[in-house]
């Protein structure tokens, strides 16, 4: 294993890699503060945890089905033709959200607000992809070790800006402000071309391209990203479930902190590494690492263990995460990469949403440390899925 010339500042060097990833780094912030937001506004306005829950689940179902066909428009036609018609379509819709009354009108308008959201992190990896392809592609590890960081911090940040403004009454100026960093960020990743990947505007060169999406590889990272988000899913709800059902409900906030510190110092000394390994086998041993951490949580007796064992099993996340990347960009055409990375963030979603139900049910009926078990479990899954792509790939 050799260490990196001089970490990420030669990338950083690159003509125009600072501007843009500095852009979709502000913009995430705002993705980050939006779902959020709309709880804490509607809320607000309503009364109504109900209304609420309606308008973000229907923005993050919109964001995980549309994205993907919006991120699709942008490899064909170019990231600078498209993203200002998305950024449009999305500042509309949620100055909709900000002042219909009506909570039918109000949700239908979140629902058009998270169609219209640009994929900020994945045209900003869709960048990195384009920039190192020749010559520098061993770089790539390096490059989305960056991005995690920022999307580590972006997801750290953002629902803090929101909870604060929020909880003194200014839930209306949240949104507001999420929606301008998401207008801003991505309006100066228009402007900025040079760094920009070609389009492919050809529709037969598009339909060939289009199959990689199809073939084996790209569906098994794409279940692996399903199981990842399982895992997120799980950790989100098991981690306050615990601290309330030991009496300490205050502790599910510094553990959920320190787990993200440890992730993000993972994320940082990672890319500072360059492995000799193929991805394919650093995966498995990242994913071995996890399902082998995750089986300390069901068995934590307390919540300062828990938050131990939360950090121990949170430092294999970013990794992984960088590990899906490059495997991402290296078993699809670089014509639908963006489409790719998005339909991996959808996966994400999914697999969020559907260990977060699962766990509260597990939670209500067995208790927390039942809902936990539910994280090992999708380490197991993830360790199976990677040791086969591991055989697919050699």
């Not at 200014?170 to 920009?196: D, Y």
């Not at 940082?268 to 360059?274: P, V």
């Not at 068995?299 to 992984?320: F, H, R, Y």
Request: net charge positive; hydrophobic share 55%.
């Amino acid at each position: 294993m050799s260490s990196a010339a001089s970490g990420y500042r030669p990338l950083l060097r690159i003509p125009g890699a600072t501007a843009f990833f500095l852009s979709a780094a502000l913009g995430r912030v705002g993705i980050a503060m939006t779902g959020i937001g709309l709880v804490w506004l509607l809320h607000a306005r309503t009364g109504s945890y109900g209304t609420a829950g309606l308008a973000a689940s229907g923005f993050a179902l919109a964001e995980a089905l549309v994205g993907p066909q919006l991120a699709g428009l942008m490899d064909r036609f170019g990231q600078t033709r498209i993203l200002p018609f998305s950024l449009l379509a999305h500042g509309l819709a949620m100055a909709g959200v900000l002042t219909l009354t009506a909570p039918a009108a109000a949700v239908a308008a979140a629902c058009c607000a998270g169609a219209s959201i640009p994929q900020l992190g994945a045209l900003s990896g869709a960048r990195w992809a384009h920039l190192l392809r020749d010559g520098r592609d061993d770089e790539l590890p390096t490059a989305f070790s960056l991005e995690s960081l920022a999307n580590a911090s972006a997801f750290l940040l953002g629902p803090v800006l929101v909870t604060t403004l929020g909880a003194a009454g200014a839930a209306p100026l949240a949104s507001a402000f999420a929606t301008a960093l998401v207008l801003g960020g991505g309006g100066a990743l228009t402007l900025q071309t040079r760094t920009a990947p070609c389009p492919t505007r050809r529709h037969a060169e598009g339909l060939r391209t289009e199959r990689t999406l199809l073939r084996p590889g790209f569906l098994l990272l794409a279940a692996l990203n399903l199981a990842i988000g399982m895992y997120f899913g799980t950790m989100s709800l098991s981690v306050s479930a615990f601290a309330t059902e030991h009496g300490t409900p205050g502790a599910a906030a510094p553990i959920a902190a320190a787990a993200s510190l440890a992730g993000l110092l993972s994320g940082w000394l990672y890319g500072l590494r360059r492995p000799r390994s193929p991805a394919q086998r650093q995966l498995v041993v990242a994913t071995a690492y996890l399902a082998g951490a995750s089986l300390l949580l069901p068995a934590a007796p307390s919540s300062i263990w828990l938050g131990l064992s939360v950090v121990v099993a949170e430092v294999a996340v970013p990794p992984t995460l960088v590990l899906l990347n490059v495997l991402t960009e290296k078993s699809v055409h670089p014509a639908v990469l963006t489409r790719a990375f998005t339909w991996n963030n959808s996966a994400s979603a999914a697999g969020s949403a559907l260990a977060a139900s699962l766990a509260g049910r597990a939670a209500d009926a067995l208790g927390a440390s039942a809902a936990f078990a539910l994280a090992p479990a999708a380490g197991v899954v993830l360790l199976g899925l990677a040791v086969t792509v591991r055989r697919r790939l050699g």
